[in-house]
């Protein structure tokens, strides 16, 4: 497609459910980048995946949040045993191979931990 | 460690009055600066991007940065803004050499008055 795509837009979860946030970056993109968008703030970096190799994890908040991009194209991002915390705006990115090329953001998926 | 300081949470404007949105960065190297546009409920929007050469660039929507190593500043203006600019600007800094995370400031949300 044109742009990034992420679903769903909204996602209401109970306390404790799992949850799965899907990314269809620009076709051809090779990296693709996971942030975290509290209310009233600016992205926080997630992880960040170059074809299908996860090279950074560094902004996963815990080890109930896990990222995978099997096939170099789609991704995950999972969530177990939701806390009221993750409620946030969850943005995909993706970028071209090279190094003058911006980063096109997807819509977000809105999660709220009720 | 690199971050993004935006100084000014919230500013309002006159329609058809100028803008100025201050950056400040701190990196270790050389610096791929951006601006980006996020309005109520969407994703964000690239504005302008500077990565190497002339110091002033100009981006979408009439507006313009100029980056300013001594200062370490890339702030972003436009001349004359229109009610359709009232929206949250992020700063953002990333490493040029690479397709890696890029950081976030905390926004300023832009309010224009009629």
């Known amino acids: 497609g044109a742009g990034v795509s992420q679903s769903p837009r909204y996602k209401v979860a109970k306390r404790g459910q799992d949850v799965a946030l899907r990314c269809d970056p620009i076709?051809?993109?090779?990296?693709l980048f996971w942030y975290q968008q509290a209310l009233g703030q600016g992205p926080e970096f997630l992880t960040y995946?170059?074809?299908?190799?996860?090279?950074?994890k560094s902004g996963l908040p815990s080890d109930r949040f896990f990222a995978e991009r099997p096939e170099g194209s789609v991704s995950t991002l999972k969530i177990q045993r939701t806390q009221q915390e993750d409620s946030a705006v969850y943005l995909c990115?993706?970028?071209?191979?090279?190094?003058?090329?911006?980063?096109?953001f997807g819509s977000g998926t809105r999660l709220t931990v009720v | 460690a690199q971050s993004v300081t935006q100084p000014d949470i919230h500013i309002t404007v006159s329609e058809g009055a100028s803008l100025e949105l201050r950056c400040n960065y701190s990196?270790?190297?050389?610096?791929?600066l951006f601006w980006y546009v996020q309005s109520p409920g969407q994703g964000l929007q690239l504005l302008l991007k500077?990565?190497?050469?002339?110091?002033l660039v100009q981006g979408i929507k009439g507006f313009e940065a100029e980056f300013k190593r001594s200062q370490s500043s890339f702030n972003l203006r436009k001349p004359s803004v229109h009610w359709s600019d009232a929206a949250e600007y992020f700063c953002?800094?990333?490493?040029?050499?690479?397709?890696?995370?890029?950081?976030f400031g905390s926004g300023t949300r832009l309010s224009i008055r009629p």
């Open positions: 990115a993706s970028r071209q191979s090279g190094t003058n090329y911006g980063y096109t």
């Open positions: 076709s051809g993109h090779v990296s």
């Open positions: 995946f170059q074809n299908e190799a996860q090279l950074d």
């Open positions: 990196y270790g190297a050389t610096p791929y």
């Open positions: 500077y990565f190497s050469g002339d110091t």
């Open positions: 953002a800094v990333g490493r040029y050499s690479s397709a890696s995370k890029i950081i």
